[in-house]
Structure formats: C-alpha cells, structure tokens
C-alpha cells in the first residue's frame, strides 16, 4: 500500500475532522438519490477506500493526494475507486458534475489533474473493465477514449 508523506495525512485528517458529524463525509441535507442509484452508491462505498500508487508517476502521486483531498469533502473517497466508471468521457461527466456541487472546491486546474489521475488509474486498474467498455463503444467513442487514455499515459511516461 502507498504510505503517503505525514503532511498529506495531517491534512486529510484535518478535512475530516471539519467534515459535520465527524464522519468524513459531508453530504448536502437534501442529497436524496433513487433507490437504485442508492444501492449503486452503497456498493461502490463498501470497496476499499485508497488505492496502492507506489508505482505510478511521481506527478500522479501528487494528482492522488488532490483527488483524495477533494472528493472525500463530500462523499466517501471509496465512491469514485469502486465505482464503474472507466472511460475518459466517463470521467469527464463525473468530476464536471461534482465541480458544480456547493463546497466542492474543484477548480479548473484541480479537474484536469483529478481527471488526468482517474483516466490514468483506470488504465491500470480498471484495465478489465475499460476493455469490456471498450468492446461495446462505438467506433468514434472508441477512438476518442483510447487516443485520450494514450495521451495521458505519455504524458506521465517516464522520460
């Protein structure tokens, strides 16, 4: 498992510890979800809640951290790491959404590095799952999603 630095820990600990209900997970008073997204969310916060970074690039260690720190402001960071979103335009939809939401804190900057760090990381390891999406995408979204997953690998790439 990634040990992350002390000072990125002290820091999610703060975010918790301001978080209402001392739970670490802030969600709007009049958040109501259907009962089949619902049951959706309660899977997807079951699963574990880090993922093992140690081997990725320096750059998206750091896009970790931010992604980490961001999302758990409002909801469980096991949410976004177990659920089945894999694709580029998956992920687009996801973090747009959660920008718009009061509180979030995601800048343009953060998404893009948020984004990069997702796309990357489902690369890896959501790799069944992307193929699986992959197999059954038309051949423009197709196209689009592994010229955009190529993108941001070379761009993590080790020189």
């Not at 320096?58 to 096991?78: G, I, P, T, V, W």
């Not at 949410?79 to 335009?89: E, Q, V």
């Not at 992959?134 to 070379?154: G, H, M, N």
Request: net charge positive; charged share 30%.
């Amino acid at each position: 498992m990634y040990s992350m630095p002390v000072k990125y820990a002290a820091v999610l600990l703060g975010v918790a510890a301001l978080v209402p209900g001392g739970t670490g997970v802030a969600r709007p008073a009049n958040e109501t979800l259907d009962p089949e997204t619902k049951v959706r969310v309660e899977r997807f916060e079951k699963g574990p809640a880090t993922i093992d970074v140690s081997k990725y690039p320096e750059a998206l260690k750091d896009n970790y951290e931010l992604f980490s720190q961001k999302c758990m402001q409002c909801h469980r960071l096991s949410r976004p790491i177990n659920c089945d979103y894999a694709l580029p335009a998956e992920w687009e939809r996801y973090i747009k959404r959660m920008m718009h939401k009061p509180g979030s804190g995601i800048g343009t900057g953060d998404a893009k590095k948020i984004f990069d760090f997702l796309v990357y990381d489902s690369s890896i390891r959501k790799k069944a799952l992307v193929d699986e999406k992959l197999a059954t995408a038309t051949p423009e979204e197709k196209k689009a999603a592994e010229d955009k997953i190529k993108e941001i690998r070379d761009k993590y790439a080790k020189p």
